[in-house]
């Protein structure tokens, strides 16, 4: 289990640098599933993330992006991929407690880090 | 035995990893099958037998704990052993599909050995059952002669420290014992709920222990032999009690004992059968 401090993305500070993130040792037969995967799943969730930026912050909205993080926090931590699924376990209780209007920065904050250690990921195989 | 196991996760990833370990344990599987959400997988159950459900919680259309409370409410699906593989750890939710009768769950991720571990309970806890009497058959006789809910088997079950056992046998066609063992609660609440006795002492508690024997020896000898015309004996119930858990380790330790869990009290079961070789012999014996 990584031992970096990712609970930055509820205070909106700093977090651990995404391309140092480390690569488990038997995700290469699982790579590329597991990217493909996560893509689609952080389009979605920037889909999700703008339209409730422009106001649909209706209950099915928020449980699409509630269900679309513990999807990928379950994923990653299938892979062993434990930097993201630690910091998406972070955004989910940071979607929480965040106000309505200072959730969608996060999200896209969120998104951005893990686009990078995907790529990161992506030169190390 | 070759298993049929069904996997439920909403991610296909997901659903190739759990396979891939699986296959990593060398174990017999006949056939993997996979379904998205609840729904699918009652789909697949309802046309499939199937001997393993391997399911996520947090699943859209149908969660997996909507689909267990089905699952475990029809009859058809309801014995399906099911093991929930989740990111949460052992919360209240769990512990809920737990008692509902889920078998286990596996933290995700999960190692090939955690998964072979995980199989032997699996396995163990179905053949748990006494002779040819199944445990659906006990729990059911012992719910409708103790006037009590069975309940499945958890954790905060009460073993018994001091026990009580009732044995009563029979001969005929087959002949043999079955004993009931239980803690010295158990037996007072079930002298309360079959003698309406107020207060009741150890010699109360243990006849009513030996009453739910006999009955209960009655209602699954026709199970045991052919017809109950085939008993030509059943012997008067002797009971006796023990203080400390010796008792309980070595009658729960045989294979021919089954545990069931009567409103939160252990109690358990063993059948004894030696089957005649022939009728001559029977009758020679007799």
Redesign the interface.
Known sequence: MSIKDFTGIRKNSNLPNPYEISLPEDIKDFFGDYEDSLNSMLDDLEKATLAYESGNKSKENSDTIKRLLHKIKGEASMVGVDEISELTHETEFAFDELKEEQRPDMLLHYKDWVCKALSSMAEKV | MSWKILIVD?????R???R?VIEMTQMDVDEFLDAENGQEALKILKNTNVDLVLS?L?M?EMSGVEMVHQMKTTPDTKSIPVVIIS?ESKTARIRELLAEGVKDYLH??FTPEEFKSLIQTVCSASEQKTGNMSIEALTKALETMAFMTVMPIDDQMIIPQQTFMAEIGFSGMRNGTVQILAGKDFCKMLAENIGAIDSPDDKSSLDALKELSNVTCGLFLPMIVSSTADVFDVTVPKSSSCDDSSQWKEITSDKNTCVVNVEGHAVAIRLNVKEFASVEEVVQTA
């Not at chain 2, 909403?10 to 997901?14: F, G, I, M």
């Open positions: 909403d991610s296909a990833l997901t190739k990893i759990v891939r996520d947090n859209p990111t995700k991720p």
